[in-house]
């Protein structure tokens, strides 16, 4: 049997840790362009399209992010697709976080009051205008706390991918605790590495959230 | 020569409230309309029809002679001749003053970056803020962003402007100084329509004073005779209302 030293458990976990950012990173950016698509989808003056973008935040907003795993794992490889453990983490969250990242800045663009749409109306600017000069740059400002806020959630939902065998830390974590039997010191190094990932996450947003909120001496 | 305005049996409703019923309203090049009347009497969804921002549900309207539909195309095309200055004033707050101006000209009609600088310096310095063409909305008074907000309108060089309750949302203070450019604009022969409650400055600077009443224009003429002689009741008691209400103004 191979033994285990300490640099050997952080070694494993630091090279999860690895899959880790990167998975958060694919979906944090797939997940920001189908989120933008949603927005688009979401503001926009046809019914059935608005409808449809909003149909989709419900389901992924809706069904566990486990099932939804395991509905594209087990399902592709039911229709004789062989798809990857990684594949699938990565499309699956990148719909994930869309679906949220798109119901969140659809949520500044509406904080947003109806003056400013009325205004670059009857600029007559056309619809794409307003929204690129006048509500989006607004909408952003908003929506920087959130957005990091979210990023966090989606650090954290990474784990749930080691279910399929996609070896992330967390997937690292059980791997070398069945080996090791020090389940107790593997995951709470795990725990470690989370969080050091998040908390500075969490402390930017919290900054971001008290600068975009102070009253005077906004710039 | 027709009017540049003309909007003939205006029908607009909310849900099942009927606000404007068969409302016509004809305003001439050069000509200073104020619209007055109780709140709920339609003057702003009358405004707001006028430049687009709502579509009437039966009637004809005309700007410069074209007929406007509710297609997107002629509603833009609608908006380049009529300008909108509204109560909240609407400023872009991401946006300096002269930015704010600027906007438009730059995405609707294509201007250079240093041509629409020339123009915006033009349009502030126009409404007596030259100086603050780098201030941001919330460095300004009520006042000062309600006068940024005429420049932004004007900068597109309206053949009309519409102000909508332009000075009700401004401490008294500063009532005085976003009159005072009205009152210049009507000079230089603007074509205006306000909706106000403003009445003695209406009486002062309007060629023509529109009552309306219950969605449609219960009388109108020229302020003196409307004023000294109204025809109806609703404008004799809204007259006395409105006179114990500003007074003091």
Same mark, same amino acid.
């Given at each position: 049997m191979i033994r285990f030293t300490f640099p050997d458990i952080v070694r494993g976990l630091v090279s999860g840790l690895f899959w880790t950012v990167g998975l958060s990173? @694919? /979906?944090?950016?797939?997940?920001?362009?189908?989120?933008? /698509?949603?927005?688009m989808a979401r503001l926009s003056r046809?019914?059935?399209?608005?409808?449809?973008?909003?149909?989709y935040i419900e389901f992924f907003q809706g069904a566990p992010l486990l099932m939804q795993l395991f509905l594209v794992f087990f399902g592709f490889s039911l229709l004789g697709f062989n798809i990857s453990p990684l594949a699938t983490a990565a499309s699956v969250l990148t719909l994930y976080a869309g679906a949220y990242l798109g119901e969140i800045w659809r949520g500044s663009v509406e904080s947003l009051p109806r003056g400013q749409w009325e205004a670059a109306e009857s600029l007559a600017l056309g619809r794409w205008a307003q929204l690129r000069l006048v509500i989006?740059?607004?909408?952003?400002? @908003?929506?920087?706390?959130?957005?990091?806020?979210?990023?966090?959630?989606?650090?954290?939902?990474? #784990?749930?991918?080691?279910?399929?065998?996609?070896?992330?830390?967390?997937?690292?974590?059980?791997? @070398? /605790?069945?080996?090791?039997?020090?389940?107790?010191?593997?995951?709470?190094? #795990? #725990?470690?590495?989370?969080f050091l990932l998040c908390f500075p996450l969490s402390l930017a947003a919290r900054r971001l959230e008290r600068r975009f909120h102070a009253p005077a001496d906004k710039r | 020569m027709p009017p540049l305005i003309n909007a003939d049996g205006i029908h607009k409703s909310f849900g099942g409230m009927e606000v404007l019923r068969g409302t016509t309203l004809r305003v001439d090049e050069g000509e200073v309309a104020a619209v007055i009347g109780r709140s709920g009497s339609g003057k702003s969804?009358?405004?707001? @029809?006028l430049n687009g921002l709502e579509t009437c549900d039966a009637g004809f309207l005309s700007v410069d002679g074209e007929r406007i539909s509710g297609l997107e195309r002629d509603l833009r095309r609608l908006r380049l001749k009529v300008g909108m200055v509204f109560q909240q004033f609407n400023l872009f707050p991401h946006l300096t003053a002269g930015e704010n101006v600027m906007l438009a000209p730059r995405a609707v009609k294509r201007l250079s970056r240093p041509e629409a600088k020339s123009l915006a310096g033009e349009m502030l310095a126009g409404v007596g803020l030259a100086d603050r063409f780098d201030a941001f909305p919330d460095q300004l008074s009520g006042g000062q962003q309600q006068r940024v907000a005429i420049a932004r309108a004007l900068a597109m060089r309206p053949r009309v402007l519409l102000c909508d309750e332009i000075t009700s949302a401004l401490d008294p203070e500063l009532v005085g100084?976003?009159?005072?450019?009205?009152?210049?604009? /009507?000079?230089?022969?603007?074509?205006?329509?306000?909706?106000?409650?403003?009445?003695?400055?209406?009486?002062?600077?309007?060629?023509?004073?529109?009552?309306?009443?219950?969605?449609?224009?219960?009388?109108e003429g020229k302020p003196a005779e409307l004023f000294s002689r109204p025809q109806t009741p609703e404008l004799a008691a809204f007259i006395g209302q409105a006179g114990q209400g500003s007074a003091g103004r």
């Open positions: 990173l @694919i /979906a944090f950016l797939g997940g920001g362009l189908a989120g933008f /698509a949603i927005l046809n019914r059935i399209v608005s409808r449809a973008a909003s149909l989006l740059p607004q909408a952003l400002r @908003i929506s920087i706390p959130p957005t990091v806020g979210f990023s966090v959630q989606l650090v954290k939902g990474t #784990a749930v991918t080691s279910i399929i065998g996609f070896l992330e830390i967390t997937k690292a974590g059980t791997m @070398i /605790a069945n080996a090791t039997y020090r389940p107790l010191m593997v995951y709470g190094l #795990a #725990a470690l590495g989370y | 969804t009358l405004l707001r @029809i100084e976003v009159l005072e450019v009205v009152r210049k604009l /009507a000079a230089a022969g603007m074509t205006l329509v306000l909706v106000t409650h403003e009445m003695r400055f209406a009486r002062e600077v309007c060629d023509r004073l529109v009552f309306m009443h219950n969605g449609v224009v219960g009388e």
